[in-house]
């Protein structure tokens, strides 16, 4: 196996294991392990499959904690929906490729052949395993930090698509408060113009990290485009630290 290619998963994944051996099994799949075993009879090459069952119990526990945590007015059903929505073969096959998973695996000859490196279903089990490793290394705490880390943004998008029909200002409160403990304020900049046709200018505050402006021919639509500003910056990746100015043209009151 590629040893630089195992030390950057771990640069990828923020870690540095004391024991990589264990990272070498995570990315050992069972094709290549019964061609290890047929090769040199009566050695017993070891897969990731052991493995990935502790690691979907890792992953399980670690995301309810963090939904546990961010969430603590949901029920049981809720937290389970957007837990399942979080931690799903599509989600973490994403991110193991992200991650370099698919190029890292030791694949036997023929699964490689027919596209191993790029099955979701590899690729999420894969990520298991590699977090089972991170557990049996450095304890459930580590696997806390690499799980908040990979995950988190899973988990703001959950919430996200879980209130579709919310307006932006009540949106922003929600995936503010929950990744931050944060409530946004808003306070008028300028009023310009006549009774009938003023334009408003209205600025969000979330201290210490987040400021947007919106404009609007009312307050309250100015404070929604502030806040639709505010939900593209978190959610689009784009530099929060930024004050940005977004325009409110709902035709609503």
Not at 106 to 129: I, Q, Y
Not at 150 to 159: F, V, Y
Request: proline share 4%; with cysteine.
């Amino acid at each position: 196996m590629d040893k630089e290619l195992l030390i950057a998963l771990q640069a990828s994944l923020g870690i540095t294991l004391r024991d990589p051996t264990l990272l070498e099994t995570a990315m050992t799949h069972r094709s290549a392990a019964h061609e290890g075993r047929a090769a040199r009879r009566g050695h017993r090459s070891v897969d990731n499959e052991r493995m990935e069952f502790l690691g979907d119990a890792v992953l399980s526990l670690c995301v309810s904690e963090l939904l546990w945590k961010r969430l603590p007015q949901a029920r049981e059903g809720e937290l389970t929906r957007l837990r399942a929505a979080v931690v799903n073969e599509t989600a973490l096959a994403r991110l193991g490729t992200a991650l370099g998973i698919g190029d890292t695996l030791r694949l036997g000859r023929g699964e490689a052949r027919t596209g191993g490196r790029t099955k979701p279903s590899l690729l999420a089990d894969a990520l298991e395993a590699t977090l089972a490793a991170v557990y049996l290394d450095g304890g459930l705490d580590a696997a806390r930090a690499v799980v908040d880390r990979l995950l988190t943004p899973e988990i703001d998008a959950a919430l996200t698509r879980a209130t579709p029909d919310l307006d932006d200002k009540t949106r922003l409160q929600e995936l503010l408060q929950a990744r931050h403990t944060l409530t946004p304020r808003y306070e008028v900049v300028r009023a310009e113009g006549p009774d009938h046709h003023r334009t408003w200018e209205v600025e969000m505050i979330a201290d210490p990290f987040l400021r947007t402006r919106g404009v609007g021919t009312s307050k309250k639509r100015a404070e929604q485009a502030a806040a639709g500003e505010a939900l593209r910056l978190l959610t689009g990746g784009a530099d929060a630290n930024l004050t940005r100015t977004g325009t409110g043209d709902d035709p609503s009151d």
